[in-house]
């Protein structure tokens, strides 16, 4: 069993850059597909970002195509997300999470679940 704990999140101006970090223990991380998602108040938990277990495979909400990046490091147990060119909609708590089955931009492929952290970005 997979267990996680984000970090990185805070508060930055828009047009500013973040990166969140998502650190995992337990076996089976290298073959594990990962998955960042964000939740706004009000709002339902919506996918941003997703990688295979190698990596090799990325998906990307059209909303942050282009400014956010995924990546991993399987050496040191740990998921990045890389925010860039940040808006202030991109203001949420960010979750990550390990896919179990499933396609890796479906929220229900997913049953492990990190605490969350804040990202606020201002006007």
């Known amino acids: 069993q997979v267990q996680l704990v984000e970090s990185g999140g805070g508060l930055v101006q828009a047009g500013g850059s973040l990166r969140l970090s998502c650190a995992a223990s337990?076996?089976?991380?290298?073959?594990?597909?990962m998955g960042w998602f964000r939740q706004a108040p009000g709002k339902e938990r919506e996918f941003v970002a997703a990688l295979s277990g190698s990596g090799s495979l990325t998906y990307y909400a059209d909303s942050v195509k282009g400014r956010f990046t995924i990546s991993r490091d399987n050496a040191k147990n740990v998921v990045y997300l890389q925010m860039d060119s940040m808006k202030p909609e991109d203001t949420a708590m960010y979750y990550c999470a390990a896919r179990k089955a499933g396609f890796l931009d479906d929220i229900e492929s997913y049953s492990t679940w990190g605490q969350g952290t804040q990202v606020t970005v201002s006007a």
């Open positions: 337990g076996h089976s991380f290298s073959t594990t597909g």
